[in-house]
């Protein structure tokens, strides 16, 4: 491998490895939503015939 | 307005490793190295990178906010989704695509997974058998061929484990009892456990196939670093005939000692010279840039009609902006950072640059990869380990595509979990059956997956990206977009999401349609019958045409269900 093979691929796998690092950190680190959106509960559907 | 469904995402995080499920499959590790190194290694990344701002980015982003919005008004599926953005009684019609191409891709993805699962029990077999190791890629070839049932038509219908027929029924079983459980207690928990054990035996293969050094001393250009070149290295020395067809590459750390070689290499042949190729020469070539926009298309599942569907059973608030980029780079974190790091290297150590060239996507991860496993210290135990990582990122991905026709089932007829994954069932198993039938040459699997698999997600993803900026509006689509989310899209993906990205997706659909379907070369500008073509209406193919029927079929059963369901009523605006 020569070193501007080299330098592309530490800058791509560089790149893609501190995105996903960063987007996960992010995302574990988001407070909690609150659940009081669907009142699914409130609704009738065929699936709550169901046993 | 249709009656929303109980199911829901559990957490946040499960829902973007359901999407990065999705979207993390075979191609990752054996297709993405391959299409790589073949259009310029590290010029392609380049070309790579711009389509993934363009449009990976923009279509995920467009998605996961229209099946959120769509959600939240009661419907699930990609027809629902359409019906319930564009006024239009029509509209619900080409949603229809976005159930049409992943029910039909699960009848052909599930046949791959069950040779990625069979494989893996070779491979297990194999640390007890050591008989049943592949001594030269002839034995893995002619294993391979066996297996698959490629010399002719029911060749694989054999209760074998060196076949495919019983990997196929585990296989297919194992994945409508999973959906069956629902979107949080099936694919979500398949994707929670799965994607981490994926990602950790991934980066175990990783760090052996990095540290194989140079295998057989007899052979010292049969090396990790020479593999790392043909994968990364942005210029090219190729070896070319008189016609500028590419013989071979030669790849050396040393560029004065690599032109050298290849030199020493033309003059071995009649009529051969040495072609250097730059970066920008590499760039300049429109094969180039399809590539690597097809790669990162097809590669993040966007246009599947998975990101809608799933993302409408998310809530009002939760966020879709971080969600998707968190999909997406995990996505690419597999893709670049682990599949481009493992095939090419391990293939190059032990078969040389000429071992691995050119060989195709299933070529290299079924033919080259067995073999090459086989030699290698504690090779089955890593072989099973690969095999297993393919078979983790097919299933997470296969449930993905049945979703959307549950969701269809689920909300045209009013009717459950229980009889939706019935019906969808019985439907793919007949498709599968015909596809594990007609194996010779693989024909129906190659049929299906360029007519539903590229051309039609192509369709439904450029309609998706104009309903987005168009019909649905850029504002509200940009307020959508923000609604609860953690972080800002940049403005500058405003003009993209609006312009660029039509404009580049129809570009590259047309490009696509001249080159695989017209058959027009853009690089010498000649013109021939694709195969795909000349299979319909020169060939006359009967089992091309049973699957042409098969889609037709499908496409026509779903719409009629639509026609004469009662959700989706003409008066909706």
Redo the contacts between chains.
């Keep these: 491998?020569?070193p501007?093979?080299?330098f592309?691929?530490l800058v791509?796998?560089g790149t893609?490895?501190v995105?996903?690092a960063w987007?996960?950190w992010?995302?574990?680190t988001?407070p909690a939503?609150?659940?009081d959106?669907?009142h699914?509960?409130d609704?009738?559907?065929?699936?709550?015939?169901?046993p | 307005m249709a009656a929303k469904t109980q199911d829901s995402w559990g957490s946040r995080i499960g829902v973007i490793l359901a999407v990065a499920g999705s979207a993390v499959g075979l191609g990752n590790f054996i297709r993405f190295p391959g299409q790589a190194a073949q259009f310029g290694g590290g010029a392609f990344m380049i070309a790579y990178a711009i389509s993934f701002l363009i449009i990976g980015l923009p279509i995920g982003w467009a998605e996961w906010t229209m099946g959120r919005y769509a959600g939240q008004r009661g419907y699930n599926s990609a027809a629902g989704v359409f019906h319930c953005l564009v006024p239009w009684r029509g509209s619900k019609y080409v949603g229809v695509l976005g159930a049409i191409i992943p029910l039909v891709i699960f009848m052909y993805y599930v046949v791959i997974e069950a040779w990625a699962l069979g494989y893996t029990a070779r491979f297990v077999r194999a640390m007890f058998d050591p008989t049943l190791q592949f001594a030269k890629i002839e034995d893995s070839q002619a294993f391979y061929a066996s297996f698959v049932g490629s010399a002719a038509d029911g060749a694989a219908m054999r209760m074998d484990l060196d076949a495919l027929l019983p990997w196929l029924v585990i296989v297919f079983v194992l994945n409508l009892v999973l959906i069956y459980r629902g979107i949080s207690a099936g694919i979500e928990k398949v994707c929670r456990i799965g994607m981490p054990v994926l990602m950790v035996l991934a980066v175990i293969v990783l760090v052996r196939v990095l540290t194989l050094g140079t295998p057989d001393p007899a052979k010292p250009d049969w090396n990790v670093s020479t593999g790392l070149g043909y994968m990364w290295n942005p210029g090219k020395t190729l070896v070319v005939d008189a016609d500028g067809r590419t013989l071979s590459e030669v790849v050396d750390p040393d560029p004065a000692r690599q032109f050298q070689r290849a030199h020493t290499l033309a003059a071995e042949t009649r009529g051969a010279r040495v072609e250097q190729r730059g970066v920008l020469a590499q760039l300049a070539d429109p094969n180039l840039w399809l590539t690597a926009a097809g790669q990162i298309f097809f590669s993040l599942s966007v246009g599947f009609g998975v990101i809608l569907v799933y993302a409408s059973y998310m809530k009002p608030k939760d966020d879709v902006v971080l969600s998707g980029l968190a999909a997406s780079s995990t996505n690419e974190f597999c893709e670049v950072a682990l599949g481009g790091l493992i095939t090419l290297p391990a293939g190059v150590a032990f078969l040389g640059i000429a071992g691995v060239a050119g060989q195709g996507t299933f070529g290299l991860g079924f033919n080259v990869l067995p073999m090459v496993f086989s030699a290698m210290p504690l090779g089955s135990l890593f072989g099973a380990m690969f095999f297993l990582v393919l078979f983790i990122a097919a299933i997470t991905s296969s449930l993905s595509m049945l979703q959307p026709g549950i969701a269809l089932l689920e909300e045209a007829l009013g009717i459950g979990r229980r009889g939706s994954v019935a019906l969808l069932g019985t439907v793919t198993a007949l498709g599968t059956g015909f596809i594990c039938w007609c194996t010779k040459d693989l024909k129906a699997l190659d049929t299906l997956d360029f007519w539903v698999g590229t051309f039609l997600i192509f369709i439904l993803a450029t309609v998706q990206i104009i309903l987005f900026g168009w019909a649905f509006g850029i504002d509200r689509g940009w307020e959508e977009l923000h609604r609860g989310a953690a972080i800002r899209v940049p403005g500058f993906f405003r003009p993209i999401l609006k312009y660029v990205c039509p404009a580049f997706l129809l570009t590259i659909f047309g490009m696509w349609l001249l080159k695989n379907v017209v058959g027009w070369d853009p690089a010498s500008g000649k013109a021939a019958p694709s195969p795909y073509v000349a299979d319909l209406f020169e060939h006359r193919n009967p089992v091309a045409w049973m699957s042409i029927a098969l889609v037709v079929t499908v496409a026509v059963g779903l719409a009629v269900m639509i026609a004469s369901s009662k959700r989706y009523p003409d008066d909706l605006a």
């Design positions: 491998m020569q501007s093979g080299l592309i691929m791509s796998v893609v490895t995105l996903f987007c996960i992010k995302v574990l988001q939503v609150e659940m959106h669907l699914a509960a609704l009738h559907t065929p699936d709550m015939d169901e």
